[in-house]
């Protein structure tokens, strides 16, 4: 009853023709050696899910984009600006298993969500209409991959246990846009309101942060939400000594002289 292959097909892998033996291909000793590159964070798998397949936008972000490339490159990028590095101790990165980019037909721009069966499968609800409306058209692939990468940290940041407050969680996403060359030309340094105005006017100021304290600031800032509930007074001082509203009046001094002197006090700003 069962019926056999062929006998010239092999039941197991052979090996491959014409190559060297694995001692040959490393140093020699034996295959434990570590890789030359750091290991890579865990990917997410990704799916897209076009709705609606009719829609001019659908069209215009097939065309504008190979999500193919972008969306692994821009988890990758967020990654990266949140963490060290997978093998560092002090990493401790959300379990998002999977994220799936859905173009729809619905109000606003954008927004992220976990699902009720499990947190670590995300969903990334993008409008189409917004799409649509995205001039000139030579702005639709970095608008949609500024986008794309800003809900993807909604992914993967940290919330002081649901206790942040939205403006942080929303400067922290626009950091990291900004810091993929992706922001786009109408945001600015806007010093009026409180610093957590949320989206770039937090971004800003965590930027700020972050050349003052030194690069790494804002994953410190992240693990902080980790670990405890946010209250506002501990958090900042232990984190950077001062509270926060004192390092917003700070920025907004060295912005504000900055701009009546052209940016020349950049490198005074920097220690
Ligand atoms: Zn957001």
Request: glycine share 6%.
């Given at each position: 009853?069962?019926?056999?292959p062929?006998?010239?097909?092999?039941?197991?892998?052979?090996?491959?023709?014409?190559?060297?033996?694995?001692?040959?291909?490393?140093?020699?000793?034996?295959?434990?050696?570590?890789?030359?590159?750091?290991?890579?964070?865990?990917?997410?798998?990704?799916?897209?899910?076009?709705?609606?397949?009719?829609?001019?936008?659908?069209?215009?972000?097939?065309?504008?984009?190979d999500?193919?490339?972008?969306?692994?490159?821009?988890?990758?990028?967020?990654?990266?600006?949140?963490?060290?590095?997978?093998?560092?101790p002090?990493?401790?990165v959300?379990?998002?298993?999977?994220?799936?980019?859905?173009?729809?037909?619905?109000?606003?721009?954008?927004?992220?969500?976990?699902?009720?069966?499990?947190?670590?499968?995300?969903?990334?609800?993008f409008?189409?209409?917004y799409?649509?409306?995205?001039?000139?058209?030579s702005?639709?692939?970095?608008?949609?991959?500024?986008?794309?990468?800003?809900?993807?940290v909604?992914?993967?940041?940290?919330?002081?246990?649901?206790?942040?407050?939205?403006?942080?969680?929303?400067?922290?996403?626009?950091w990291?846009r900004?810091n993929?060359?992706l922001?786009?030309?109408?945001?600015?340094?806007?010093?009026?309101?409180?610093?957590?105005?949320g989206?770039?006017?937090?971004?800003?100021?965590?930027?700020?942060?972050?050349?003052?304290?030194?690069?790494?600031?804002?994953?410190?800032?992240?693990?902080?939400?980790?670990?405890?509930?946010?209250?506002?007074?501990?958090?900042?001082?232990?984190?950077?000594?001062?509270?926060?509203?004192?390092?917003?009046?700070?920025?907004?001094?060295?912005?504000?002289?900055?701009?009546?002197?052209?940016?020349?006090?950049?490198?005074?700003?920097?220690?």
């Amino acid at each position: 009853m069962t019926i056999h292959p062929k006998p010239t097909a092999s039941p197991t892998p052979s090996p491959i023709p014409n190559q060297a033996p694995l001692a040959d291909r490393t140093t020699g000793a034996s295959g434990s050696e570590k890789p030359h590159k750091p290991a890579p964070f865990e990917q997410p798998k990704l799916r897209l899910e076009l709705r609606d397949i009719t829609h001019p936008a659908t069209s215009k972000f097939l065309n504008a984009v190979d999500i193919t490339a972008i969306f692994p490159t821009a988890v990758s990028k967020v990654q990266r600006l949140l963490y060290q590095s997978p093998s560092d101790p002090s990493t401790n990165v959300p379990p998002t298993r999977s994220v799936t980019l859905v173009l729809r037909d619905m109000d606003g721009v954008a927004y992220t969500t976990g699902l009720d069966l499990d947190y670590d499968h995300k969903e990334i609800h993008f409008s189409l209409d917004y799409i649509d409306r995205i001039s000139p058209p030579s702005r639709l692939a970095a608008e949609i991959t500024g986008v794309l990468t800003h809900e993807l940290v909604h992914c993967y940041q940290w919330r002081a246990l649901g206790t942040c407050p939205g403006g942080l969680i929303e400067g922290i996403a626009d950091w990291v846009r900004l810091n993929c060359d992706l922001s786009p030309p109408h945001w600015k340094r806007d010093l009026d309101g409180d610093w957590d105005r949320g989206y770039q006017h937090t971004a800003y100021f965590l930027q700020y942060l972050e050349t003052r304290f030194g690069e790494g600031t804002v994953r410190r800032i992240n693990e902080k939400l980790r670990l405890c509930e946010y209250e506002a007074k501990p958090f900042w001082t232990e984190l950077l000594g001062r509270p926060v509203e004192q390092l917003y009046g700070d920025y907004t001094a060295a912005e504000g002289k900055g701009e009546s002197q052209n940016h020349m006090v950049d490198d005074s700003t920097q220690t």
